[in-house]
């Protein structure tokens, strides 16, 4: 049975494109099932559509309707709510925790472009329920997390401080970025390129790491479910020859 995957989307989906390409072609080892963004104005979404995937949006400016940016406390909780609700969207289908008839949970969340911290109320409960996520950051590990990683890795390099940038896949944990890598793809930083030259490089490399990234944790968790079925029938015919031997 195909690995079902869903898709984190916040903006264009180039990433999200070069999944679905890979599915289309017969080269991804699992299924899109959904895609959800956490923006309504994401083109990503219409990309989702026209491939017959379906989308959901989850926007955090509709949590924090009402409250002003100096209400510090207030807009915590409601973030902690979107959080909570984020997990319960991806897990039983519904931000209500309600489990929705016929939703098909993810084996796998791909962050493709998603461009909010993910929080322990979001990855605990998704630990707990056996899925696991991973996240494209185009640059390398330990270096330049966060927000403007290409613009940052330019400017190091034009001003000589490193001689590489590039783009990783690793899994997702609560320090942002610091998740251990499951592809590494580096890029020579050429002193007499502009900034959009370097980002069209990245942009390049992202399509084709977060392809082979997928695949790589697609192959993984086929193997865990091969070896726990293998598991299941050991022990199915274990429990068989001693109801065999009780009857003797």
């Known amino acids: 049975m195909s690995v079902t995957i869903t898709v984190l989307i916040s903006g264009s989906g180039t990433n999200l494109q070069a999944l679905i390409d ?32 379906a989308t959901k949006t989850h926007i955090l400016k509709n949590y924090y309707k009402g409250t002003t940016k100096d209400q510090i406390a207030e807009r915590k909780a409601k973030r902690e709510q979107f959080n ?31 461009m909010l911290i993910l929080s322990p109320a979001v990855l605990t409960p998704l630990e707990k329920a056996g899925i696991t996520i991973i996240n494209l ?15 940052r890795a330019w400017k190091a390099g034009q001003d000589g401080e490193i001689t590489k940038g590039g783009v990783m896949i690793h899994r997702v944990i609560a320090e ?4 251990s890598p499951i592809l590494v793809k580096e890029l020579d930083l050429k002193k ?42 050991v022990e199915e015919e274990l429990s068989k020859l001693s109801i065999s031997s009780e009857k003797e």
């Open 22 to 53: 890979a599915e289309k072609a017969g080269k991804l080892d699992g299924t899109i099932t959904q895609v959800i963004s956490s923006s309504e104005t994401a083109f990503g979404l219409k990309r989702a559509s026209e491939a017959g995937i």
């Open 137 to 151: 950051h185009p640059a390398l590990p330990g270096a330049f997390d966060g927000t403007h990683a290409i613009d």
């Open 84 to 114: 909570k609700d984020l997990a319960n969207l991806l897990i039983y289908g519904s931000t209500d925790g309600e489990p929705v008839k016929d939703y098909i949970k993810p084996q796998l969340i791909v962050c493709a472009g998603w």
């Open 176 to 179: 942002v970025d610091r998740g």
């Open 192 to 233: 007499d390129e502009t900034l959009e030259q370097y980002e069209d490089r990245v942009h390049a490399v992202e399509h084709v790491a977060i392809v082979e990234g997928t695949n790589i944790i697609l192959k993984t968790l086929k193997e865990k479910s091969s070896l726990k079925e293998k598991s299941s029938d």
